[in-house]
């Protein structure tokens, strides 16, 4: 009778487990997988930078090709001041419709000197 009732217990626990790590990247607002993870120094390491935040892959490669590293230390040090910039906004609205896993190639901008 033990054995019944366990299995019956075990998935929800499990989904449990699983709801519970399910980690929200602070851009998008969507749900991130284990393979699409990265994290993201707020501050560029290069200019002193050590707090992370993970991000959807997609979400981090797009801020890289659109702000060089002392934008992102000066003005865009947080999730929020990203949000806000208008070509950030525009791509949130495109990928907000696209599923959790979606990656595509992201290319550099061409405001960013090399």
Excluded at 54 to 80: D, P, V, Y
Excluded at 101 to 113: L, T
Aim: glycine share 2%.
């Amino acid at each position: 009778m033990i054995g019944k009732i366990r299995k019956k217990l075990l998935p929800k626990k499990v989904l449990a487990i699983v709801k519970k790590d399910l980690l929200i990247c602070p851009i998008c607002k969507r749900a991130i997988p284990d393979l699409q993870k990265d994290a993201h120094h707020l501050i560029p390491k290069s200019k002193g930078g050590k707090s992370t935040k993970f991000l959807h892959r997609i979400c981090h490669k797009q801020i890289h090709a659109l702000f060089n590293e002392t934008e992102l230390a000066k003005l865009f040090n947080t999730a929020e001041s990203l949000t806000e910039h208008s070509d950030m906004q525009t791509f949130i609205k495109w990928i907000r419709n696209k599923p959790d896993s979606f990656y595509e190639r992201v290319s550099k901008s061409s405001r960013i000197k090399k």
